[in-house]
Structures are given as structure tokens and as C-alpha cells.
């Protein structure tokens, strides 16, 4: 299994921007289906994005379509999720998750199996 570590969070203001990455350890990324959920505070955990490694998709939340950008670099072990326009109900604990091989359902957060320990943005209005 991979391991996951977040970075890229922060405070921004409304409608800047950010870049989350997300590095996985291991030899075998390239077979990972990865995705991007949120928690917004004191709210459930909710799907952002996803890319397959057949490059189905990528997969995208009605509320960041246009705005949000998921992508990987298979050379060095990461996804990125270029967060563009933001409003200030984006502010969430952003989360990595990785599942290998096979994905059914990549907007299903419990189809995932490996996590990572997440990183705060913020925006303010």
C-alpha cells in the first residue's frame, strides 16, 4: 500500500487560488486510481475529484466543475488539484485517497483505501 502526505493548503482570499499535491510512496502509483474529498467544518466528507490510472475521466463534484483541475505526474508519485476561483465555502480539511487497481465508483469515498492526513484551506470572504 501507498502512503499519502498532503501539502499545498492555506489561507486564501475569494476568488484566488491554490495547489494542492499529494505524494504517494511506493513503486506502484502509476496503478493507482487517486481522488480529492473535502470536510468543510462540521459537515460530512465530500468528493472533490478523481483520476483513474486508465485515465478514465477525470471526475469532477458539480460544485468545483470549471474551476478545478486534477492532475498526476506518475514520474514523481503525485496528484495535484489546481483550485482555481475559490469561494469561501470551499474552507475544508482537503484529503488524498488512493485505491489500486480497480475502482467502481470514484466519487465513493468508501471505496478508497489509503488516506492521507488531510491539509486545511481556507478562504475568506
Known amino acids: 500500500q501507498v502512503q499519502l502526505v498532503e501539502s499545498g493548503g492555506g489561507l486564501v482570499q475569494a476568488g484566488g487560488s491554490l495547489r494542492l499535491s499529494c505524494a504517494a510512496s511506493?513503486?506502484?502509483?502509476?496503478?493507482?486510481?487517486m481522488g480529492w474529498f473535502r470536510q468543510p467544518p462540521g459537515k460530512d466528507r465530500e468528493f472533490v475529484a478523481a483520476?483513474?490510472?486508465?485515465?478514465?475521466?477525470?471526475y469532477y463534484a458539480d460544485s468545483v466543475k470549471g474551476r478545478f483541475t486534477i492532475s498526476r505526474d506518475n514520474a514523481k508519485n503525485t496528484v495535484y488539484l489546481q483550485m482555481n476561483s475559490l469561494k469561501p465555502e470551499d474552507t475544508a480539511v482537503y484529503f488524498c485517497?488512493?485505491?489500486?487497481?480497480?475502482?467502481?465508483?470514484?466519487?465513493?469515498?468508501?471505496?478508497?483505501?489509503?488516506w492521507g492526513q488531510g491539509t486545511q484551506v481556507t478562504v475568506s470572504s
Open positions: 485517497a488512493a485505491k489500486e487497481w480497480v475502482l467502481s465508483t470514484p466519487t465513493q469515498g468508501n471505496e478508497y483505501d489509503t
Open positions: 511506493g513503486r506502484t502509483f502509476s496503478r493507482y486510481n
Open positions: 483520476i483513474l490510472w486508465l485515465r478514465d475521466g477525470p
